[in-house]
Structures are given as C-alpha cells and as structure tokens.
C-alpha cells in the first residue's frame, strides 16, 4: 500500500505524480508567459485567449496522461499506460485541429494552431523525459 501511495505523493525522492504535474505545469506557464509578449504584439487580447487555450487544449490531457503513467509504472502493464497516456494527449488537439478544418480552410485559425504545435511539442518533450525518469526512478 505504501508504494501505491507513494505514486502520487510528492515525497519521493525522483519524485510521484504530484511532483512531476507540478513541473509538467510549471514549464507550460513559463512558455504561456514566454509566448505572451508575441500574442499580444500581433493579435491583442485575442492572442492572448488563443495561446492560453491551446496550453489548456494540451496541458490537460498531458497531466492526464502523467497521471495513468505513474499509476502504472513498475507494473507489467507500463508500455499499456505509456500507450494509453500517448492516445490522451494526442486526442483532444488533434480532435481541434480536425474540427477547425471541417470549418474551412480561414485565416483566423492559422495562429491558434500554430499556438496548440507548440503547446503540443512542449507537453510532449516535458512529458517523455517525465516519464524516462520516473521509470528509472521505479528501477
């Protein structure tokens, strides 16, 4: 019982799931405040409101996926979740991007989907290495 609830504690020395989200969610503000001077300059607030959705349009999914990860490390079924937690944080952007072009083919799209990449490329890199060290920390 105690490993299960060192999963999600923050006690552990590499760290559980409460660690790992917090820096999951650390770095995605930090480029939220890094992206935020340039969607101000080039579209105002709107900028400001696409950029912040596509952080939350990828963040959520990704502490998500973090969250199954971590529940199923160090388990026979760890490649499952590492799948598992591919598919959460691949779906909901991509889900977007195929509602935005079943809308046609407009401009006014084309900054919030560059918004939701970056976003994406960022969870993704940040949620690897997460997961590279929890696993070796499990070992």
């Known amino acids: 019982m105690s490993e299960q609830v060192d999963h999600w504690s923050t006690s552990s020395r590499e760290g559980g799931f409460l660690r790992t989200m917090m820096l999951l969610v650390g770095a995605i503000v930090a480029l939220f405040v890094a992206v935020l001077p340039i969607a101000v300059w080039q579209q105002g607030i709107q900028g400001v409101w696409q950029s912040a959705t596509a952080g939350l349009l990828c963040l959520l999914p990704a502490v998500a996926g973090l969250g199954i990860s971590c529940r199923l490390v160090g388990t026979p079924q760890a490649m499952v979740a590492m799948l598992l937690a591919m598919a ?44 590279v060290r929890l696993i070796q920390s499990r070992k």
């Open 88 to 131: 959460f944080r691949l779906l909901p952007p991509l889900a977007v991007c195929l509602l935005l072009a079943m809308r046609g083919s407009r401009a006014d799209y084309i900054p919030f989907v560059c918004y939701l990449l970056l976003f994406y490329a960022t969870t993704l890199a940040i949620e690897t290495y997460l997961f």
